[in-house]
Each structure stands twice: as structure tokens, then as C-alpha cells.
Nanobody, 131 residues
């Protein structure tokens, strides 16, 4: 059972920055992809960003492209999400997830919209952006 533990949430004013971290207890054959999801109050959970742990493929939701950066420290089994230019609409509970992607045109894809399927979830960390 893979354990995922998020940290780094908090409150910030619009335009500010936060960095979230997700520490994984282990990697398995079923966790080639790691991702961040978020769920705002009263809304459905949505994918934010994902990456392939054995390559340099990263994927972002359109709403965060250019503002958020996902990265992985493989040795520490820790994924981070650097969030810049935060907006009030980024306010949500942010979840770390690990799971599988799929091969697509000779490349392993962890795309949130077409490939990634989460198997493990963290408990979430709250991000609140005030205007």
C-alpha cells in the first residue's frame, strides 16, 4: 500500500506563491505517474498537474499553465507543486495521487485528460487564496 502525505498548504493573498509537497512511501509498478488534483467547495475534483516518474513528461490543466510547476525528486520520492500568481479561484483542497498512465504513440503518457488513473490518494492539504 503506497502512502502519500501532502504538506505545504496555507493561506496567501492573490498574486502570491505556495509550494506543495507530496512524500510517497514507495514506488510500485502501478505508480508510474504522480499527480495533483484539487477540489473546491461545492465543485467536482479536477486534475491540476501530473508527471511521469521515469521521464520528463509533465502535464497541466489549462487553468494553471504558466503559473504552476510540477517536479519530482526521485531520490526523496517527493513531488512538489510550485504555485505562482495564485488567484482566489485556486482556493481548494489539494490532493496528491499516484497511479498509472498509458503508452501513446511510443511515449508513456500521464495526461490527466486521457491517460492517468489514480490508485492511491493522499488526504489533502488546504490552499486558500484571498483577494
Amino acid at each position: 500500500q503506497v502512502q502519500l502525505v501532502e504538506s505545504g498548504g496555507g493561506s496567501v493573498q492573490a498574486g502570491g506563491s505556495l509550494t506543495l509537497s507530496c512524500a510517497a512511501s514507495e514506488y510500485t509498478s502501478a505508480t508510474n505517474c504522480m499527480a495533483w488534483f484539487r477540489q473546491a467547495s461545492g465543485k467536482e475534483r479536477e486534475g491540476v498537474a501530473s508527471l511521469y516518474i521515469a521521464g520528463d513528461n509533465t502535464y497541466y490543466a489549462d487553468s494553471v499553465k504558466g503559473r504552476f510547476t510540477i517536479s519530482l525528486d526521485s531520490a526523496k520520492k517527493t513531488m512538489t507543486l510550485l504555485m505562482n500568481e495564485l488567484k482566489p479561484e485556486d482556493t481548494a483542497l489539494y490532493y496528491c495521487a499516484a497511479g498509472a498512465g498509458r503508452w501513446s504513440y511510443g511515449r508513456y503518457s500521464c495526461s490527466l485528460s486521457s491517460a492517468f488513473e489514480a490508485t492511491y490518494w493522499g488526504r489533502g492539504t488546504q490552499v486558500t487564496v484571498s483577494s
